[in-house]
């Protein structure tokens, strides 16, 4: 962490949806980041106590009546974040750093990704898994997604998909609205790299759970395909 940052330049935004299992421990994880003075859990529409276990964990937690997908729950969790910054009346709004609901006790490794954007060096980070789990079926989706980065900015992204995330408010502001759903983060990525944003990667030692080769996760991933494909005919 940079010396010259404050005790609390950074709000984590953790959109969620049913993990109530692990989102407990990725709370308590992130709020123990250097930096970090503040922790949002979006609940987008859970059917189990995941905004109870995140309430508990010290979470300031907004809720979602149904499922609204994953680029709305970003975009809520900022605007939470922008209003708290309002009321404190603070002399520059804070980072956001955006991390998964399942990243449980790693989430505590998550520290590299800010101090680029703390220091000045970064308008966004995106975080690199220093290990990878093969997932069936996810490598189509993650081709189409870096494959249209490289062919609308001339970048190739290590992970296009990653949804750990660092950017200072004025980089998140530019990109708005995000597009839909699961196409969050290459619209991120193409939308600020063609405005003239400073994007890099870094390596974390962060994990999440693997999804499987289920009918429910395939079914994940065709939606996934279809917001990533959407995101990239919006940007060509």
Known sequence: MSDGSSADDVAVIIPARNEADRIQATVSAAARLGGVGLVVVVDDGSRDGTAAAARRAGAAVMRHARNRGKSAAMETGAEAVRLLDQREHRDAPRHLLFLDADLADTAALAGPLTEPVIAGNADMTIAVFAATVKLGGHGLVVGLSGAGIRRATGWQPTQPL??????????????????????AETGLTIDLLRKGLRVTEVEVELAHRATGTGLRAQLHRAHQLADVARALAARP
Do not use: S
């Open 162 to 183: 990653n949804g750990q995330r660092c950017l200072t408010r004025a980089a998140f502001e530019a990109a708005r609205p995000l597009a839909h759903g699961w196409g």
